[in-house]
């Protein structure tokens, strides 16, 4: 890299710098606004109105999943005593495939007769491939920047 184009360089990375720092100085400065206007907003008769109104939507929200699980076993209970698929008006049993199997058999049985099932874990393989032996794969090193939390010395800098 020529001296200037290395200057050019630097003088881009300053300037980048300097408007990251102003625009996260900015949000900062619009958070403490946000929270202050939000902080207000809760003291009004409308925000506890709208806060009142949540309790108690949540409220039923919770009334409404107990009456659901315990409706849920009830028809549970009414077809497993009758099979009767439809216990009540308004409910229905619907029957579902469920596969139950226990993995290291199903994993084994796999490798023998349909390995094409069996799938890669990419992240334990990429976390212990230098480790293996013989393994296909090449380790690089990518860059990669890191831009540090604190730019408070870009502030005072012009653009």
Known sequence: MTHAREGNMGTMLSELLSGLARHRATVIACREDEQLAEAALRET?????????????????VAVAGYTADLCEAALDAFAATGDKA???????????????ETDVAREWCMAN?????V????R???TAEQLVGAPVTIESEPRPVIAAD?????????
């Open 125 to 127: 393989f990429e976390k």
């Open 45 to 61: 008769p409308e925000y506890k109105a709208l806060d009142l109104a949540r309790c108690q939507r949540k409220a039923a929200d």
């Open 114 to 118: 349909a390995p094409a099932l069996l």
């Open 151 to 159: 730019l408070s010395d870009y502030l005072g800098e012009a653009t």
């Open 120 to 123: 890669l874990d990419v992240k």
């Open 87 to 101: 216990p009540a008006k308004g409910v229905a049993i619907k029957l579902y495939k469920v596969y139950r199997y």
